[in-house]
């Protein structure tokens, strides 16, 4: 079956650190890639998404940037964070076709200080 | 471009009644996929159900059904006999090209 991590579950970093975040997917090949931010009590946004190694697509401007070194890795990342960078990730997975809908990963909690 | 829509950002329902959460959305693909997700207090993504949209049947999961009515770009879940483990964030969601639109979300309240 397929597995989905992601980590670190809480994370609280200073302004202007760097950021990483890393989302891996077990038991599938080729999947799609993405990542969401979520404010509290709002919607999801897409920051990212991927669908295969090396191949990014941005949703958002921003200070954030994401890469997908290997088929099943997925990571976030940040040069410099800010407070406004705050929130909760999502990482979530689909086949390709879409048919069976987002896989997520628990989600991180980022506290930019 | 594609939307989805949810009009209510807040609903409520008493312990074991029945709920109608809405959503509509637009979109240009002759075939595409549909679901509701629930967003629980830890944040945890959960899938409720699923509707193929060249399928006619309405899709049930136990408790949670949905009406579609595809000429009217519309999805809508109900919740029967609501549980207090019911309450949470719900999100609509049409599959678009690579990725899915989701709906702002409307957050549902069980009242004991």
């Known amino acids: 079956s397929q597995t989905i991590h992601q980590w670190p579950a809480t994370l609280v970093q200073p302004v202007g650190s760097p950021l990483s975040l890393e989302c891996t997917v077990e038991?599938?090949?080729?999947?799609?890639l993405y990542w969401y931010r979520q404010a509290a009590g709002r919607g999801l946004q897409l920051l990212f998404y991927?669908?295969?190694?090396?191949?990014i697509s941005s949703e958002v401007p921003q200070n954030l940037s994401a890469s997908r070194p290997q088929d099943r890795q997925f990571i976030l990342s940040s040069k410099k964070l800010l407070l406004s960078d705050s929130g909760f990730y999502l990482c979530?997975?689909?086949?390709?076709?879409?048919?069976?809908?987002?896989?997520f990963g628990s989600g991180t909690r980022l506290t930019v200080v | 471009a594609q939307t989805v829509t949810q009009s209510q950002p807040e609903m409520s329902v008493q312990e074991a009644e029945t709920v109608t959460l809405s959503c509509t959305y637009d979109?240009?693909?002759?075939?595409?996929?549909l679901f509701w997700y629930k967003q629980p207090p830890s944040r945890q993504m959960i899938l409720v159900i699923r509707?193929?949209?060249?399928?006619?049947q309405n899709a049930t999961e136990n408790r949670f059904s949905v009406n579609f009515q595809k000429a009217a770009k519309s999805f809508s879940l109900k919740i029967s006999d609501s549980q207090l483990g019911d309450a949470a964030m719900y999100f609509c969601?049409?599959?678009?090209?690579?990725?899915?639109?989701f709906g702002t979300g409307t957050r549902l309240k069980v009242l004991a």
């Open positions: 979530a997975w689909s086949q390709t076709d879409l048919r069976d809908g987002y896989t």
């Open positions: 038991g599938t090949s080729n999947p799609n």
């Open positions: 991927s669908v295969g190694i090396g191949q």
């Open positions: 979109t240009s693909e002759s075939d595409y996929y």
């Open positions: 509707q193929e949209a060249y399928k006619q």
């Open positions: 969601a049409c599959s678009g090209t690579y990725k899915y639109i």
